[in-house]
């Protein structure tokens, strides 16, 4: 089955596609009850799992990895998940740390995180062939950075020093801007003018957290001003809402995501604050028995770039220990979708048309 169905044709989205891959079947779907212990269930968060941010980085990369061939070179993780990367690596892509790692005249593919203009303009000095996968919703705190910096701010960038994402945003205006990443850390702050000062975040922040430093920044620098429209994403805020709507049901919250992963770290500690016991694991295999002994209702989830097939894998496990009932609690719609890069769009447009597949 090719990865990506759409080529050469029509795109149509990736998620399923990259499901489909590793044949989740709808049958996998943990809807059903099955025989457990009387009274122990499974609360299944929605939305959860991959955003459209993800999905369109994952496409972007099996994509490329179809029209151009391996290799494929990849500038760090694609998206913080380990099953992602290693199955892509898999298939051909080659992840590296730094653009000189990377031959020159090589194809290169961003990561969903964004990088900083030097990283661009090493790019170009290495004469690479650039694909964009940064999520547009990273892009629009990029495009505020420079707007603020060029109307002469202070910038405060609210976000985690060694992520990623926080390293692309900051390279916009290195000079203009200082990261925070506590309330404590606003008290220390020094800037040129307290009257011209702006604040920007990371998209995974959480949304609590942001809101405390922010409210920190307001008593210091009254004239503070921000994003038109938070820069906390989508994806992250509905994960956040859907655990804080269901954790007071649940004796255990099982998060699956990658310990690198911010949005998932962020939706362990949002049931943590509500006093649910709450852990993050890669997969099933790093849940510890003695978690469930005492658990009645355990509530699942995923971080946005966990795939569903960790899932399945984890319900799975459950209900080999004594959770048979599976409750999807849709906390509410999600259904956002991100056009894919242009160089990629102009790629599937002269690919070659691929002969029709039976009872595609
Ligand atoms: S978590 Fe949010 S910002 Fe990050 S890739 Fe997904 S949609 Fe984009």
Redesign the pocket.
């Known amino acids: 089955m090719p990865l990506v169905s759409a080529l050469p044709g029509q795109y149509t989205g990736g998620v399923t596609d990259f499901e489909k891959s590793r044949a989740v079947s709808a049958s996998d779907t943990p809807s059903a009850t099955t025989s457990g212990e009387p009274g122990r269930k499974i609360l299944l968060l929605k939305p959860r799992g991959f955003?459209?941010?993800?999905v369109r980085?994952i496409d972007v990369v099996q994509i490329a990895l179809e029209t151009f061939g391996a290799p494929i070179y990849v500038r760090r993780e694609i998206?913080h998940n380990r099953f992602v990367v290693n199955d892509l690596a898999e298939k051909g892509a080659i992840f590296v740390h730094d653009i000189d790692e990377v031959p020159e005249g090589a194809r290169v593919i961003y990561s969903?995180h964004g990088v900083s203009p030097a990283v661009r303009e090493k790019s170009k000095e290495r004469k690479l062939r650039v694909i964009d996968a940064t999520?547009p919703?990273?892009t629009k705190v990029h495009v505020e950075a420079v707007k603020f910096a060029r109307q002469g701010y202070s910038l405060v960038l609210i976000g985690h020093r060694d992520h990623d994402e926080i390293e692309g945003t900051l390279g916009e205006a290195p000079d203009a801007t200082q990261v925070v990443s506590t309330v404590e850390e606003v008290e220390t702050l020094q800037v040129p003018d307290p009257d011209r000062v702006a604040y920007l975040t990371q998209?995974?922040l959480s949304l609590d957290e942001a809101r405390d430093i922010i409210h920190a920044l307001k008593a210091k620098f009254p004239k503070i001003v921000g994003p038109h429209s938070q820069d906390i994403?989508?994806?992250?805020e509905n994960r956040q809402v859907a655990v804080k709507n269901v954790a007071h049901q649940a004796d255990l919250v099982l998060v699956v995501g990658s310990n690198n992963s911010s949005?998932s770290n962020r939706l362990v500690e949002v049931s943590r604050n509500l006093n649910t016991v709450a852990y993050l694991i890669d997969d099933s295999e790093k849940i510890r028995p003695e978690w469930l002994e005492q658990a009645q209702t355990v509530a699942v989830t995923a971080g946005?770039s966990a795939p569903e097939i960790l899932v399945q894998d984890v319900i799975n496990y459950l209900h080999r220990n004594g959770f048979g009932s599976v409750e999807e609690v849709e906390v509410m719609p999600e259904n956002v979708r991100f056009g894919l890069p242009p160089e990629i769009v102009r790629a599937i447009a002269v690919a070659p048309a691929q002969p029709a597949t039976a009872g595609a």
Not at 51 to 54: L, R
Request: charged letters at 0%.
């Open positions: 955003c459209a941010g993800v980085a998206v969903a999520c919703l990273v998209t995974t994403c989508y994806a992250t949005n946005a």
